[in-house]
């Protein structure tokens, strides 16, 4: 009988202990006790074992709780792993316990075999609620002066998120393994896994993504990075160049310039449904590269399927997810990715609905206007309102500029200006309205195409009690890349015809409206049917260069009346409005020449600033990383107001935009000291100032930013 098995067989009451002890010291101890003293010694040593059992301490460390002799101490402690026991270095004798966190514990064994020592493998073992591999290792090592060596194992199932095993084992060097066989078997049956490294091997966890729009449930070892926007999780082993394994995102990150959807080449869509509610698949590769082989040293352009939402969370937010891999990942870990799936539900918010149905916004300059629920607003300002979209059967990026600025010179056919074709009349909220249409290929080689709807009458806003300068309001659609697809002129009347004046509006000269709230467009008989597109939803990226080469600003001299000529062809049909919708070639309008009088001051632009503060690409939003980027003041330079230079025989500029520009000044030094302070990593400083700069002036990116770097606060906590 073994002392392991003696030990386990035994247990015995100190005086029963004391009783043997004394008897078998005598001398004089008859025949039947005699038969007990081979016994004696066994018993004696089992109960020493015992004794030291009870002593014995208690420790957790790396996942794992386990006990071991007291007089055993440490020899290496890190965070996860470590080595307790007793060694002589010297001797290079020595007993040790050993946790080790490793991606591939197996190479222990294959350089024992190596070393010409012998690997026995003992088949599956239960380790609390887990299960391992467990393996003995014995043989001589004489080359390193080591001798015999001895080594327990047991190698857990299952991964963590960074792809480490989980592996124990006691070691005896330079001893026989005999002598601490009980000791051995001890350590290694107390070993017991901790709750959390059972949840983080075997367990899954419910995630509330958005704001509880998505939950579901996944597996803990799978490596999970959270953003406000997106969250996404990578299984262990799969490491994909560029992407995630499996994404979940909102808004920008799906649509944006640089969002995923983006990134996609040669897509390819087709109808699909998230759960029930409508959707689009889109597949394609260029988002990411996986490695595969058998070392995982080659690459290949890994496949995207992304799930896009036909339903909006909100004005301007689809919703959905990308799976991105290689067929190899995808069928590795197929069972766990349909788990996820499966467990997955979706609570639509109150304002989500259809993403082509047109909603709401108020402008602060008090007027309205309805737009696709998927458009994303960009920027709103006393000045300027505008939104952007990509069409998803087109992949051409859309936007809508409405602009009502301080400058009195028309926005197209202003002096200095390139030309633009003229296409159509129409009325906007009763108003008679001139459709231009440009062309312009910028620095990127990228053709754009922009509709400007212009307003045939300068307009200006009353406050309460101040009243603005007049100037043109007018409506930019930019379609761009152009060769994708033709501007959508159905959905800019829609759009158009939703648009309303509130009160406190009124046409600088008098002007006979159009009763009708619709869009009413007259094609002019010489010209030749506009081509309408597919839906072309909005750009990313609204850029705010002053139109560029399209529409250079030149100051034109105070000369006012020589461009009046070409004034009362475009004017013309306005005076014919209330009598047919065809007022362009009447004859019995002598009177109108006196109603359309006024026109003739149109041209007296004493210095005008030309307005357009808009091209095509708002500044993209960069995912949060590590490092928050710092602020563009590219938009918000764009949204300062714009105020006419002083006319010669006219009052100073309005106190409104004099008060307005302040505003506009005190929100710029806090955002540049914000900005400042960012690049001294001085964070939450930072947002501080931006903070007052945005209660001075809105800006909507800034608001983005400054909600990146709180959460990136937040994750520091």
Known sequence: MSIGLLYQSFTLSPDAVLLLTVACRQDNMNKSIKRLLLGCLWLLVAFAQS?????????????????????????????????????????????????TYERRPERMLDGARKDGMEVKDLGAVSVGELTGQQHEVSGQLQEQGVGEVFIRVVILDGLLKDADRVSFNVSVIGQSADDWQSVIDQVMASVKPTDELVATLTGYSRHQLFDGVISLDVRNNWDMTDYSDNVSWDPPLVRIYGAPFIKFGTGYTLTGEKGLLSKIDNPVIEKAEILDFPAWRITGTGVGVSYVGPNRNKTVPALTELYLSDVCLAKGDRFGYAITGSEEERAENKDELDKLLASMQINLPEGAGSCDELVQYDWVKNASIRVPRSWRKDQDAQYHLSWYDKVLTTGANISLYISHGAADKH??????????????????????????????????????????????????????????????????????????????????????????????????????????????????????????????????????????????????????EEPVAEEPVAEEPVAEEPVAEEPVAEEPVAEEPVAEEPVAEEPVAE????????????????????QVPEPTTEVTDAAQPIAAEEPVAQTAVDEETDKARERYEQARILRDEGAQLQQQGKLAEAVEKYRGSLELFPDDRLEEHVRRIEQLLGNRK
């Open 51 to 99: 004794a030291n059992a009870t002593d014995w301490q208690q420790l957790t460390h790396g996942g794992l709780s386990f006990s071991m002799p007291s007089d055993w101490g440490i020899i290496k402690e890190r965070e996860l792993e470590g080595q307790w026991g007793i060694k002589d270095d010297e001797k290079k004798q020595g007993v040790v316990f050993a946790i």
């Open 411 to 560: 926005p197209i056919i202003g002096e200095g200006y390139a030309p633009a074709e003229t296409l159509e009349t129409l009325h906007i909220d009763g108003y008679p309205a001139t459709h231009y249409r440009k062309r312009h290929t910028g620095s990127d080689k990228i053709e754009s195409i922009y509709d400007y709807y212009v307003l045939d009458t300068r307009m200006q806003h009353k406050s309460e009690k101040l009243i603005s300068s007049t100037s043109f309001v007018y409506f930019k659609f930019s379609t761009r890349p152009a060769e994708l697809a033709e501007p959508d002129t159905e959905m800019h009347n829609s759009i158009l015809s939703s648009f309303v004046f509130g009160e406190g509006w009124e046409s600088e000269t008098p002007v006979v409206r159009v009763e009708s709230s619709t869009t009413v467009s007259q094609m002019p008989a010489d010209e030749p049917p506009m081509p309408t597109g597919t839906a072309v939803p909005a750009t990313d990226t609204i850029s705010t260069e002053p139109a560029e080469s399209t529409e250079p600003v030149v100051v034109p001299a105070p000369v006012a």
């Open 607 to 626: 210095e005008p600033v030309a307005e357009e503060p808009v091209a095509e690409e708002p500044v993209a939003e960069e995912p949060a990383v590590d």
